[in-house]
């Protein structure tokens, strides 16, 4: 993003980036910087919270009426709260050695309810419906090579159902009650579901398949490094 | 995250080691007051709307989304799977603050938000992006922008 400010600025616009990794800030120098101590993923820190979010956009966009540049890096002064795990969330019963089709029949009303919540929902990047996942995860496990059209190919079409496995199953984490931290929702997801073993089975299949590009894609993009198992 | 010790690894190394482009210039412009600016969103989370393809590892495209487009239909494609997610499942405006830009707006703290916010994929090398720069320049001028506020993930 601060290279992106910095070719914006060349070209006549006036910028500030949210940065997120402070270093890469000062090797970059873009015009205008605010720094964030935000986890990635939430430059604008903190999820449902317009107060903490508008503290946030104002200290950025006030550097765009500032004159002592070029190069302005500040650092926004407070944690978002959410880095905290919350003591009063609970997490949805689940059991990971239960068939991942019974576990997703039994978590689609959470899903429901996040909808309905949020009014929206993240799932949509495997162009299919969620009743056709498990028996496309089977085909994978079972060594067969099918393709959702609009993906292309095998290990892409895989990387997108992984994708909005992850996506149904933390929303369902968050349909009822407090927020959990990130964590909470990982450590859920990986540690307590059917799903986050399936997961973790894909990316052996993946690994051990002659597909270079599902090998390839399966080792780096179906399970963060920390939760491979 | 954004302190080193933050983030777990492997994915602290990619961040602390990851090449950053060095310039030759220091470009910087000035412009109105705040309260008379119009704001575009340049995010780096490879954002799609539903229905389309997500992006493609190492694209250097941009992509426009259109202010009015529905929550519901935005989609974040970013190849990466080593950053928070549930942030976004939560409230769009972690990542892309069209709300909150709304939010100033309406106060009168900015002069306006673009009708048209642009998104890239943050993985990429710089240095691919300079199509997609001008293209997104050009759309600026169009809608006469003046100030960008860049979002990454």
């Known amino acids: 993003m601060c290279a992106l400010s910095h070719k914006l600025e060349e070209r006549g616009f006036s910028t500030v980036a949210i940065a997120s990794a402070r270093g890469q800030a000062e090797k970059t120098r873009p015009p205008r910087a605010l720094w964030t101590p935000a986890m990635l993923g939430r430059p604008v820190c903190e999820p449902s919270d317009p107060a903490f979010q508008l503290r946030v956009l104002r200290m950025a966009l006030a550097l765009l009426e500032r004159t002592d540049g070029p190069v302005i890096l500040e650092d926004f002064p407070d944690d978002p709260p959410g880095w905290l795990d919350n003591p009063d969330w609970t997490a949805p019963v689940t059991d990971p050695s239960t068939a991942f089709a019974a576990e997703l029949r039994a978590i689609l009303p959470l899903w429901e309810t996040a909808q309905a919540r949020f009014g929206r929902t993240s799932v949509g990047l495997s162009f299919q419906a969620p009743s056709a996942w498990p028996d496309f995860a089977a085909a994978i496990l079972a060594g067969n090579l099918p393709v959702v059209p609009q993906l292309d190919t095998t290990a892409l079409s895989v990387r997108f159902l992984c994708d909005d496995i992850k996506a149904l199953y933390g929303e369902a984490a968050q349909a009822v009650g407090p927020a959990p931290s990130a964590k909470q929702v990982d450590t859920w997801f990986w540690r307590h579901t059917a799903a986050g073993a399936l997961l973790q089975a894909l990316r052996r299949t993946a690994m051990d398949s002659e597909n270079n590009a599902l090998k390839t894609v399966g080792g780096r993009f179906f399970v963060p490094t920390p939760w491979v198992a | ?153």
């Open chain 2, 1 to 153: 995250m954004a302190r080193p010790e933050d983030i777990p690894q492997p994915t602290r190394d990619v961040v602390l080691n990851l090449p950053c482009p060095a310039f030759d210039t220091t470009p910087f412009v000035a412009g109105p007051p705040l309260s008379q600016r119009r704001i575009a969103i340049v995010t780096s989370a490879a954002l799609i709307v539903r229905g389309d393809k997500p992006f493609a590892f190492g694209s250097g495209e941009a992509r426009f989304i259109p202010a009015d487009t529905a929550p519901g239909d935005l989609l974040l494609s970013h190849v990466s799977i080593n950053f928070d997610r549930a942030g976004w499942q939560r409230d769009i405006n972690v990542v892309y603050p069209i709300d909150r830009l709304r939010d100033l707006a309406a106060l009168g703290e900015i002069g306006g938000v673009a009708d048209t916010h642009y998104t890239v994929m943050g993985s990429t090398d710089p240095a691919a992006m300079d199509a997609a720069v001008d293209q997104i320049a050009g759309q600026l001028k169009q809608e006469r922008i003046d100030s960008v506020l860049l979002t990454p993930v």
